[in-house]
């Protein structure tokens, strides 16, 4: 009885962990620049292995496997923002501006507007 629950929490887990990855993969193709990609991937991606791995641990039982695998988990928990901190830093200081609702850049409220003029 106690072995077909952990399956099947296993089970959910895994599966769980696997459409989080998912639709995690379909943010980073759908959104429009690296600021929400970013934020689609960083969150999916943290969220997916702990799950991932949980299901892992569950299917392992307690044995120094298990102890590896939530070795790996802190391990991803700990890098996984970080990077994605990093990566949205570096476009911040290469000039990369969000894009708006609109669709275009984010223009920075202190810079003139460009003048149109039809002459």
Excluded: C
Aim: charged share 10%.
């Amino acid at each position: 009885m106690t072995e077909s629950m952990l399956n099947i929490a296993s089970m959910l887990m895994l599966l769980a962990g696997g459409v989080f990855a998912m639709i995690g993969g379909i943010g980073l193709l759908r959104f429009p620049d690296v600021y929400t990609r970013l934020h689609a991937g960083s969150i999916t991606d943290t969220l997916a292995p702990l799950l991932i791995v949980g299901g892992l641990a569950l299917q392992s039982g307690w044995s120094l496997l298990t102890l590896k695998l939530l070795l790996i988990l802190l391990f991803l928990l700990f890098t996984t923002p970080t990077a994605s901190h990093a990566t949205a830093r570096a476009a911040m200081l290469a000039g990369i501006r969000p894009v708006t609702a609109s669709g275009h850049d984010a223009r920075d409220p202190n810079q003139e507007e460009p003048s149109s003029s039809n002459t």
